[in-house]
C-alpha cells in the first residue's frame, strides 16, 4: 500500500500498487541495459584513411637516376623529402609506421561497431527493476536526499499536471519535502579543464524525474529546475536509474501509477 498525497502534502487516499513496483532488482542487468542505451550516443573517432599517406616521394634504386637512393646505404622505405641541395636529398620515413615519424600502425577505424545490443525483453525488465528500485527508500538515499520524509515512495495527485509556472512546482516541491533535494539539484559548479571553453562550462547533479500521465504543462515548469517530467510509456533505463545505479528519485502522479495496472 502507498499513500496518495495532495500538493500541500496531506493524505488523500491509500492505493495498491501494481506488480511492477515489487520487480526483484538485478543491478547487474540494469548496468547492462543501461550501458547498451548509452552507446548509442557514442561519437565515432576515427582516423582520415590517407592520414601519413600523403606526399611520399617515390625512390628509385637504379644508378645515376634522379632521387635515387643508390649506394646511399638507404633502406626501400617510403620516404618523404625534407630538404634538399641539388640531387641530394634528406629523406624521413613516411608510409610505414616502423618509421620516425610516419603514419600510426593500427588507428581507430570507422567500421568500428560501439553499440552495444540488448534484448528487448531484457531491457523492459530492467526498466521494471529500476521502477521498483525508485520505492525503496534505502536505495534512494544514497543518492537523494529524502531521509527526512514520512511517506515514501512519493504519489501525489494529478492536480499536479496543471502546474506550468516554475516557482509554483519549487513551493510544492519543498511543501513535499524535498526542499533539500530542489536546492542540491539546482546548485551548479564550474567545471574544471577546457570543458569551461567547450559549452559545458557548468555541472549539475542528477535531478529527480516526474512521471505523470500528462506532461503538457508541467515540462515547462520542470525544465528550469533541472528535473525531468515524463509519461510512464516513455521511460527509459537512464531515466530510472542513477547512470545505471538503481535508486532513482521518482515523484509520482495517481494516474502514471494506475496505468501500470492495464498493463
Do not use: C
Amino acid at each position: 500500500m502507498a499513500t496518495v498525497l495532495s500538493l500541500d502534502n496531506k493524505k488523500v487516499e491509500d492505493i495498491e500498487l501494481p506488480e511492477v513496483f515489487a520487480q526483484k532488482l538485478n543491478s547487474k542487468t540494469l548496468h547492462k541495459a543501461f550501458l547498451a542505451e548509452e552507446s548509442k550516443s557514442f561519437q565515432l573517432k576515427y582516423t582520415d584513411p590517407l592520414a601519413g599517406k600523403r606526399k611520399v616521394g617515390e625512390l628509385t634504386k637504379r644508378r645515376r637516376s634522379y632521387k635515387t637512393v643508390y649506394g646511399r646505404g638507404y633502406t626501400r622505405t617510403p620516404k618523404k623529402i625534407l630538404s634538399r641541395n641539388g640531387t641530394q636529398f634528406n629523406y624521413v620515413g613516411a608510409i610505414a609506421p616502423h618509421t620516425v615519424g610516419g603514419r600510426q600502425a593500427h588507428p581507430p577505424k570507422a567500421e568500428k561497431v560501439l553499440v552495444k545490443e540488448i534484448n528487448k525483453k531484457e531491457r523492459a525488465l530492467a526498466i521494471k527493476m529500476g521502477i521498483a528500485a525508485s520505492v525503496n527508500k534505502d536505495l534512494v538515499s544514497k543518492y537523494h536526499r529524502v531521509e527526512s520524509l514520512q511517506n515514501f515512495p512519493i504519489i501525489v495527485d494529478d492536480k499536479l499536471n496543471d502546474i506550468a509556472k516554475t516557482k509554483e512546482l519549487e513551493k510544492t516541491l519543498y511543501t513535499l519535502g524535498l526542499g533539500d533535494e530542489v536546492s542540491r539539484i539546482t546548485s551548479r559548479k564550474i567545471r574544471p579543464g577546457k570543458g569551461k571553453l567547450r559549452g559545458r562550462k557548468y555541472k549539475r547533479k542528477l535531478g529527480l524525474v516526474i512521471v505523470t500521465s500528462d506532461t503538457s504543462k508541467i515540462k515547462l515548469a520542470s525544465g528550469n529546475l533541472n528535473i525531468k517530467s515524463l509519461k510512464p510509456e516513455q521511460l527509459s533505463v537512464s531515466d530510472v536509474s542513477n547512470s545505471g545505479e538503481p535508486g532513482r528519485l521518482i515523484v509520482w502522479t495517481k494516474s502514471a501509477v494506475a496505468s501500470f495496472k492495464k498493463q
